[in-house]
């Protein structure tokens, strides 16, 4: 989870224990982003995976399951501390803010995963710079982000969808509202962004949720299934790409 003005949005030390525990079970995150992310993943077995912005760490938790050799890194520290008592002391965890730079070696990862996390950044630049220097030749960022269609046209409003613009949520648990900032842009700023980086775009996805929860939430089911929510990528760095700016 990103951080931004931490002592007035953004701060998830306030409401850890609440959000993940919420986020565990949650239709959204637990039966419709999170398994579009490991599908996303495929085989990760032996796979090097940086978690950026692992939060509580459920997506950590899941690729370990499926084999992967998995690094956190959060600027939230009480998030952390959740994610440590999820995965225990054989998982390395950092507090890192995303918009500062990373402390590993180039080429360390085959993978970045970024779940829910560049729509709380106004400048993509210096964090997927930092991406693509820790990742190999050939490795991917498998990311999600807000629909920028859902925050153009259901999010609040606003007449220009082509400027890059922020806008505060309210997020409330047990009766208590926290500030959310996230930073909205158009589609094409997004894919601009990647290749600007020295991604290639491989997979853009509009993913429907785990069938499974269509019993467990008849209410939410149908709408979550026929409406835009979230937008999935997969880029990767190029298997010829040497160095952290080519």
């Known amino acids: 989870m990103q951080s931004a003005d931490r002592d007035q949005a953004n701060d998830y030390d306030n409401f850890a ?3 993940s525990a919420e986020s565990d079970t949650s239709l959204v995150n637990a039966y419709y982003e999170r398994p579009a992310m490991l599908a996303l993943a495929g085989d990760v077995t032996g796979r090097r995976i940086l978690d950026a912005g692992c939060g509580s760490g459920p997506l950590s938790a899941a690729l370990r399951e499926r084999g992967a050799v998995v690094t956190g890194v959060d600027a939230s520290a009480g998030m952390l501390a959740l994610a440590r008592r999820r995965l225990g002391d054989d998982v390395a965890l950092h507090v890192v803010d995303l918009c500062d730079p990373l402390p590993f070696d180039d080429g360390a990862f085959d993978d970045v995963v970024a779940s829910l996390v560049l729509h709380y950044l106004e400048d993509w630049g210096p964090t997927l710079a930092e991406f693509r220097r820790v990742l190999r030749p050939g490795g991917r960022l498998i990311a ?10 259901i999010q609040d409003p606003r007449p220009d969808y082509f400027a890059i ?14 500030p959310m900032r996230f930073w909205r842009r158009p589609l094409h700023a997004m ?6 980086a020295g991604f290639r775009l491989a997979v853009l996805s509009e993913p429907q949720p785990d069938p499974a929860a269509r019993e467990l939430f008849p209410d939410d089911f149908h709408d979550l299934s026929t409406k835009i929510c979230f937008l999935f990528f997969v880029v990767e760095v190029p298997p010829s790409a040497t160095g952290s700016g080519d």
């Open 144 to 153: 999600s982000v807000q629909h920028p269609f859902v925050d153009y046209a």
């Open 165 to 178: 613009t922020s806008y505060t949520d309210e997020w409330t648990f047990n009766g208590q509202s926290f």
């Open 191 to 196: 894919t601009d962004a990647f290749t600007t």
């Open 17 to 19: 224990e609440m959000f």
